[in-house]
């Protein structure tokens, strides 16, 4: 396994049926992917899950299990949320091969998770509000949701694919996502110092100016420079 793919989570939310679990684990292990975290399936651990796992029976063994997604992003660099459904959130939305390939970029700084739902439910919206952007496999309309494990083997795959992809020819390094948060968070305290907020619904108008910030995604360069500039504006009053 290359050092890139052991810095990648594959983290279930919530997986009602322990035969999806397995089937992901075995999905991963042929792609080369060994770390699956677990919050708070449903029933762990079963023999159903042992049964679809086949060969990648160590992975349920050696798996991380988590009371909350939050635990099970400790010590991410960057968090990539897999949903079907349309969601009118604050995150960067891509196509899974362009996603595996800004993961293998940021895993070379850092663990990265890749977060799927539950298989009735998929992710809360708070739940995507603690990654950093979201994947959308471009299914058809009328079957727009994949099973888990089929979802976790597409991803797996392009994962794998954009591995090799980077290592021949590069990828820019985005910053840490926690570099950008004290960015938005900077200006959300400095516009409401300022009384910008005044009249307006605050969270909503935060909102639309960190998607406005995300669509141009910033470089650790450019957020310093940012970050200066509010910076001085605050200190010339």
């Known amino acids: 396994m290359s050092s890139t793919l052991s810095r990648l989570r594959i983290v ?3 997986p009602l049926r322990p035969a999806n679990i397995g089937a992901s684990a075995r999905a991963m292990k042929c792609m ?3 770390r699956l975290d677990l919050v708070r399936p449903r029933v762990f651990p079963h023999p159903d899950a042992y049964a679809l796992a086949v060969s990648a029976a ?6 991380h299990l988590h009371t909350s997604l939050h635990d099970a992003l400790l010590g991410c660099h ?3 949320a897999v949903s079907a459904r ?3 959130l604050p995150l960067t939305v891509s196509a899974p091969r362009e996603a595996a390939i800004s993961a293998i970029a940021q895993a070379q700084q850092g663990d990265v998770a890749i977060v799927f739902g539950s298989e009735e439910a998929g992710l809360s919206n708070a739940d995507l509000l603690l990654c950093t952007q979201l994947v959308q496999i471009p ?4 079957c727009r949701s994949l099973n888990l494990a089929a979802a976790v083997q ?3 795959y392009e994962l794998r694919l954009a591995s090799g992809e980077v290592a021949t020819r590069g990828v820019r390094r985005d910053p840490p996502a926690t570099e950008f948060q004290h960015l938005v968070d900077a200006l959300d305290q ?3 110092e300022k009384g910008f907020y005044a009249n307006k619904n605050r969270s909503l108008v935060f909102e639309r100016l960190r998607r406005l910030l995300q669509r141009a995604q910033p470089n650790r360069a450019e957020i310093q420079l940012l970050r200066g500039a509010l910076k001085r504006l605050t200190e010339g009053g």
Do not use: K
């Not at 160590?58 to 798996?63: I, S």
């Not at 299914?139 to 009328?142: A, L, Q, T």
């Open 86 to 88: 349309p969601r009118h």
């Open 12 to 14: 279930l939310v919530e």
């Open 32 to 34: 080369g992917l060994r």
């Open 154 to 156: 597409v991803l797996s």
């Open 58 to 63: 160590d992975l349920l063994d050696t798996a």
């Open 78 to 80: 960057a968090a990539f």
């Open 139 to 142: 299914s058809d309309p009328e």
């Open 190 to 192: 400095s516009l409401a």
